[in-house]
């Protein structure tokens, strides 16, 4: 296993219904025409699959879909959505499992290469990725630029969301390059937070652009969202999608 937290059965539980902007069909909707043009007619492969918010709509829309998940618990969660024969995952890290088969397809999406905590570990991601690709198939990855030009001297700390049901805020370590996203979260009426913490490791797009051709991918393209707007200096996210040669 590698230094990714595990994902608990509580936590597996809430996922879904703390994230339903991003299943929405605004953020779902451009998110799998972008995937499903990539898969063509081949088979798409999702590292760190979770509670199948995208690989599911994907598989019904006719890509054949293979999961790695780290959490048994974010994969039973899956399962009440679909069968194994349907949609299989295996179980494991997304750095070292190994899935049978060729792929036209690989994705990673919403920030969850940061998962991994250690450069060594994100590299072993792209070098899975390809090991998986056939000749010609794309590795994509959607993450968030790491947010640094909001750090004046001396604090550590930027807010993402303040609102009546959630206090989101992460600190950094600028020298390890680990975030640590820190969530209050309302359950109730009675006015009570539920706190909780991830850590992540950030890495910059040409940071990624190395670990890619270190696993020998080169990039394609740069867009800082699923609809394909051009990516800037002022994107706070970006997809990058890297090809196999031929």
């Known amino acids: 296993m ?26 779902i909707g451009p998110t799998l025409d972008f995937l499903a043009e990539l898969a063509g007619d081949g088979r798409a492969l999702e590292f760190a699959i979770g509670t199948g918010r995208v690989g599911v709509p994907l598989r019904e829309r006719g890509v054949p879909v293979v999961g790695i998940e780290l959490s048994e618990h974010m994969t039973a969660v899956l399962r009440r959505k679909v069968d194994e024969s349907t949609l299989p995952v295996a179980i494991g890290d997304m750095a070292t499992t190994v899935v049978p088969g060729e792929f036209t397809l690989v994705y990673l999406v919403y920030n969850t290469i940061t998962n991994l905590l250690t450069q ?7 070098r899975n ?27 550590v700390a930027v807010p993402f969301d303040v609102s009546e049901q959630h206090l989101g805020f992460d600190t950094f370590d600028l020298v390890e ?46 867009v800082a969202d699923w609809d ?8 706070a996210k970006h997809i990058s999608v890297w090809r196999k040669p031929t």
């Open 129 to 155: 990725a390809a090991r998986h690709l056939e000749p010609g198939g794309r590795f994509v990855i959607e993450l968030g630029v790491p947010p640094l030009r909001f750090l004046p001297p001396g604090q």
């Open 177 to 222: 390059q680990i975030l640590v996203s820190h969530h209050f979260t309302r359950d109730g009426d009675d006015g009570r937070y539920r706190r909780s913490n991830s850590r992540h490791r950030y890495a910059w797009p040409a940071e990624l652009d190395l670990m890619a051709r270190i696993a020998g991918l080169e990039l394609e393209r740069r």
């Open 2 to 27: 590698t230094s990714s937290e595990l994902w608990t059965r509580a936590t597996a539980d809430r996922y879904d219904a703390e994230e339903t902007e991003m299943s929405s069909a605004a953020v």
């Open 120 to 126: 060594d570990e994100q590299v072993e991601c792209f």
């Open 228 to 235: 394909g707007a051009p990516f800037t200096q002022d994107s």
